[in-house]
């Protein structure tokens, strides 16, 4: 909880552990075996987020997120941890600014992106195409580029590759080559991801992130996004594609700030280790250049898996702040 101008985070005997507000943008790892605590140190920390006036971004897989946007009921269960760590004088149940985000626009706000501002790197991950069809389709990337063509929903990425299907010819001297066969899967790939909901996805208006970048007008207290993601968690490569979409899209966007009092905004990206799963080479080198340099614009990144060994050395390398909950050694590797 947010106490002294600090996050109040656990205790050992009698030594009360905090983290400071300057070094949250540092990243960090929360990590345990299931039924650990993982889910409940991560609303802590998002609640205490906004009492700081931070807001926060989480992404809801299992649903049990949603309770922050009510004042809680006291039970003998929660006396027993606030009489532990000495909470009886400041803890106080109450509920806090948030905002329900859904990318089906079910049970939130829609969330709405153009094929083109997702580019044609993540979007060849998120149709798993092999490394001959993903130079294909940054081809017809680049052909609606140069003919100053809009791609923003799948029917105009459907109308392009047709396009560059039927002048392959022209197109292969100008661009390199251009089989009717990669043409076609990509088609194909694109017909199953409409299949999956990419209709409703892939549309316009496109989200602005600085919507999520907001402070409640009463009291200052950072605003609690919550994406509705246990439907999208259906299909992981589209929600580790969305995500690693959101911290590109905030780091091409937002100016340098360099050390801060605060962040300026903090992730939470539970089940992390999906982020990773068949990850190119090329790909995992544009996540670690977007978690080494995002902390100078002032936000923070959390993972929040089973085990530290889900997160690659090398971003694993830049979390500075761990927090680990009771893991469970039972192979060489644990």
């Not at 993540?122 to 130079?135: D, N, P, V």
């Amino acid at each position: 909880m947010y106490r002294d101008g600090k996050i109040y985070l656990a205790k050992s005997d009698e030594k009360e552990l905090y983290l400071l507000p300057e070094m949250a943008n540092r990243h960090g790892l929360i990590a345990g075996a299931t039924g650990t605590g993982k889910t409940i140190t991560m609303k802590v920390m998002a609640e205490s987020f906004s009492d700081m006036g931070v807001p926060v971004f989480l992404a809801d897989v299992k649903g049990d997120l949603s309770g922050m946007c009510m004042a809680g009921v006291d039970s003998p269960s929660m006396q027993e941890p606030i009489t532990r760590f000495g909470l009886e004088d400041d803890f106080v149940y109450r509920s806090f600014p948030t905002r329900f985000w859904d990318i089906f626009g079910e049970t939130g706000h829609p969330v709405r992106v153009t094929v083109s501002s997702m580019g044609p790197t993540l979007f060849a991950r998120l149709l798993g195409l092999t490394a001959i069809q993903t130079g294909v389709l940054n081809i017809v990337f680049r052909v609606a580029d140069d003919h100053g063509l809009l791609l923003l929903d799948l029917k105009d990425l459907r109308a392009m590759l047709q396009f560059v299907g039927e002048n392959r010819a022209e197109f292969t001297t100008m661009y390199g080559n251009v089989s009717a066969a990669s043409v076609g899967a990509i088609q194909r790939a694109v017909g199953v991801l409409e299949d999956q909901g990419g209709g409703v996805f892939f549309r316009e208006p496109a989200i602005d992130i600085n919507d999520w970048i907001r402070t409640d007008p009463a009291d200052g207290r950072g605003l609690i996004n919550i994406l509705c993601a246990d439907r999208l968690f259906n299909n992981p490569t589209m929600y580790s594609t969305f995500l690693l979409w959101m911290l590109t899209k905030l780091y091409d966007l937002l100016p340098e700030q360099g050390d801060m009092e605060k962040p300026k905004i903090v992730f939470f990206f539970d089940e992390a280790h999906l982020l990773f799963n068949n990850c190119s080479r090329s790909l995992m080198d544009k996540i670690e250049q977007v978690v080494r340099l995002v902390r100078s614009k002032g936000v923070g990144v959390y993972f929040i898996t089973q085990s530290p060994a889900d997160i690659p050395m090398t971003i694993l390398g830049q979390l500075g702040n761990r927090i680990q909950h009771a893991l469970r050694a039972y192979t060489p590797l644990d």
